[in-house]
């Protein structure tokens, strides 16, 4: 957590020129969902932002299927 309060993203992906998705767990108990996407709305051009109900940090492997389902729909947009 110390890390990602440090963390100054927006110097890199400010730079970014494709769509991102921005997959969060609602139940991220170490990078609040709340935090990230007003941290990465604010330098991200075309962020599209998905949150999974009730899904703790690691959400790709406890929710695996909500997971390749965002991004198989974000990949055909």
Known sequence: MTAWAGAAPGEHLTRLTVPALLV???????IPPDESTA????VVPALTVATIPEAP???PLTHHEQWNELLLKFSHT
Not at 24 to 30: I, K, L, S, T, V
Not at 39 to 42: D, I, V, Y
């Open 24 to 30: 969060q767990a609602e139940a991220d108990a170490f």
């Open 57 to 59: 940090h690691g959400a």
């Open 39 to 42: 941290r990465l709305t604010a």
